[in-house]
């Protein structure tokens, strides 16, 4: 008789990379050091973190942290819902307001969350989901979460950042289907911006809503940090806008921001919202710490953008193909999967650690390591990397 166990104990793929030694992931990190990690006690500069702005390990976000476990304790043990929404919650959700230029904000547990529940919660009968076909994953589950709804509800996915396949996909459903357009702000793998004025009036000519994933944007794109509308100079607005605070912001947990009728729908009927215990008190002190300090020090982002632009020149310059990124995240485009990996073990042992990418989270021939940039670093730490992945790129052939 067969087992529902049977796929784990046949599947070994990770067991064979383990026994080579070659196996990437999960790798514990012993602790921090300005621009570095510990790992197996060695000092690897990390150039593939999403702590964009170092605010993980700013004293000020820190201290905040701890102020909160002092005064409210570890957990908040219930749901936003009933018995697990603090002062701290609506504090928070107050600045994000004014950050986002949206009537309300509602935070969540995470942003996988977030994009879960607000998606499924806003979706009914025969109505589309639009997607970039390079949208993160949690914006795929939601489609598969709110079809597990209601079966009616359809995905249609578009080429990556592409206006045309946008439209000829939006001229393809019924005029009087009410549609969502999903997009990412950054992309999270390619460091793209998508096209927002051009979404936008996608948008309205098609009577469409569009729902912005800020994730890899707040505090990463614009001048104050505030984002892909502001990186477009406002010339376009999105409808609802999500963050998250696992990056740019130091913490954990995330928010969607819109008009307040809708934010006060999604409150009510996101099940990840409403089944899932709120954000625990020192996140939610780190994330509003952290939210005052990308307000009020601009330079941190401009820092970052300037670093940005240097390593895809420094890079370019070196003969990488670094797709089409605007910011500070700089795929090494390799394409295919051994030499991706190799190439990942030598930057390891050399010092410096970056993502190896591979499908499902890219197309099959586009392995990658990711690479990415904190404002903190420093131009000397950032020149060796680019001069040791030029030196071991020629080795692999991945570079001439
Ligand atoms: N959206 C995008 C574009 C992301 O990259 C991520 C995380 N990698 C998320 C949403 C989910 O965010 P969180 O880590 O807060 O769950």
Not at 1 to 23: H, L, P, Q, V
Not at 339 to 364: E, K
Request: aromatic share 10%; hydrophobic share 40%; net charge negative.
């Amino acid at each position: 008789m067969s087992s529902i166990f049977d796929k784990c104990t046949k599947w070994n793929t990770a067991d064979e990379y383990r026994k080579r030694g070659e196996y990437p992931y999960f790798r514990p990190i012993e602790g921090y050091d300005g621009s570095y990690v510990v790992i197996d006690g060695r000092r690897l500069l990390m150039c593939g973190s999403n702590n964009y702005l170092g605010l993980s390990l700013d004293p000020r976000v820190k201290e905040a942290a701890l102020k909160a476990v002092t005064d409210f304790g570890t957990s908040c043990s219930g749901s936003r819902f009933l018995n697990g929404t603090l002062s701290l919650h609506e504090k928070l959700e107050d600045r994000l307001v004014d950050f986002s230029g949206k009537e309300a904000a509602l935070c969540f547990t995470t942003g996988y969350q977030v994009n879960l529940g607000t998606i499924s919660s806003l979706m009914g009968r025969d109505e589309y989901i639009i997607s970039d076909k390079f949208n993160h994953a949690s914006i795929m589950d939601a489609a598969f979460f709110s079809q597990g709804m209601d079966k009616s509800i359809k995905l249609k996915r578009y080429k990556h950042n592409n206006m045309e396949d946008l439209e000829k996909t939006l001229m393809g459903i019924p005029e009087e289907s009410p549609k969502l357009i999903v997009t990412d702000g950054v992309f999270s793998m390619e460091g793209t911006v998508v096209n927002l004025p051009q979404v936008s009036k996608l948008a309205e000519k098609y009577n469409a809503v569009v729902y912005l994933d800020e994730a890899h944007a707040f505090g990463v794109l614009g001048e104050n940090g505030r984002g892909t509308e502001e990186h477009h100079g406002y010339a376009a607005k999105a409808d609802l806008v999500m963050g998250t605070f696992s990056k740019s912001f130091g913490s954990i947990g995330g928010f969607v921001a819109g008009d307040a009728k809708v934010i006060d729908y999604i409150k009510h009927f996101a099940r990840p919202l409403i089944f899932s215990a709120s954000m625990p008190p020192a996140n939610l002190a780190a994330a509003s710490e952290a939210l005052e300090i990308i307000m009020n020090e601009p330079e941190r982002v401009q820092r970052l953008q300037q670093i940005a632009e240097m390593m895809i020149k420094g890079f370019k310059a070196r003969g990488f193909d670094v797709g089409a990124t605007e910011t500070p995240i700089v795929p090494l485009i390799t394409g295919e999967f051994d030499r991706t990996l190799t190439f990942f073990h030598r930057l390891y042992d050399q010092g410096f650690y970056v993502n190896p990418v591979f499908p499902p989270a890219v197309p099959p021939n586009r392995c990658m390591l990711r690479t990415s940039y904190m404002a903190t670093m420093k131009d000397a730490e950032l020149n060796d990397f680019l001069d040791v992945a030029q030196q071991e790129g020629k080795k692999l052939g991945i570079v001439d």
